[in-house]
């Protein structure tokens, strides 16, 4: 019973996370998932578990994995558990939620408007190989830049 309550509490916490970042659920806060969710929780350990689920979330949505990426990586994610890893029921919660929110998370208006990047690590760029070229190019360009102003100093 207690197995299944806490899988039931992390599928909730998993759902509020998309409601809120995804879906623009502005209803949803962190202190109502911990309330409702997780009252028996200290804040300290919910707000690492909270912000471990949402990250993981990020990034299975920002690569808009399918199940074989989902599976790789939820693997190499159990197998880190001691060093920000998650455990096997946090992975099975993690891929019953993308099985089900995959197709909402893609279509929603805040993951195609790069919503939130202040708070990213990454900007995801698409370009067609020209672009590409064009882009390294410039890049190469600029380092040349760099490379004469260091060696004249």
Same mark, same amino acid.
């Given at each position: 019973?207690?197995? &299944?309550?806490?899988? @039931?509490?992390? !599928? *909730?916490?998993? +759902?509020?996370?998309?409601?809120?970042?995804?879906?623009?659920?502005?209803?949803?806060?962190?202190?109502?998932?911990?309330?409702?969710?997780?009252?028996?929780?200290?804040?300290?350990?919910?707000?690492?578990?909270?912000?471990?689920?949402?990250?993981?979330?990020?990034?299975?949505?920002?690569?808009?994995?399918?199940?074989?990426?989902?599976?790789?990586?939820?693997? &190499?994610?159990?197998? @880190?558990?001691? !060093? *920000?890893?998650? +455990?096997?029921?946090?992975?099975?919660?993690?891929?019953?939620?993308?099985?089900?929110?995959?197709?909402?998370?893609?279509?929603?208006?805040?993951?195609?408007?790069?919503?939130?990047?202040?708070?990213?690590?990454?900007?995801?760029?698409?370009?067609?190989?020209?672009?590409?070229?064009?882009?390294?190019?410039?890049?190469?360009?600029?380092?040349?830049?760099?490379?004469?102003?260091?060696?004249?100093?």
């Amino acid at each position: 019973m207690a197995d &299944a309550e806490a899988a @039931k509490s992390l !599928s *909730g916490l998993l +759902n509020g996370i998309a409601q809120k970042v995804y879906y623009n659920n502005s209803e949803i806060t962190e202190q109502l998932l911990k309330r409702e969710l997780f009252p028996e929780l200290p804040q300290d350990a919910f707000t690492a578990l909270h912000d471990k689920m949402r990250g993981l979330i990020k990034s299975i949505a920002t690569a808009d994995m399918d199940h074989a990426q989902l599976e790789a990586f939820l693997t &190499a994610q159990t197998r @880190k558990q001691g !060093s *920000g890893g998650v +455990n096997a029921e946090q992975a099975a919660a993690l891929s019953r939620f993308w099985k089900s929110q995959r197709v909402r998370v893609r279509e929603s208006p805040s993951r195609s408007c790069g919503h939130d990047i202040s708070d990213s690590e990454f900007v995801c760029l698409e370009f067609d190989e020209a672009r590409v070229n064009q882009m390294l190019k410039k890049m190469a360009d600029i380092q040349e830049s760099i490379d004469r102003i260091v060696h004249r100093t």
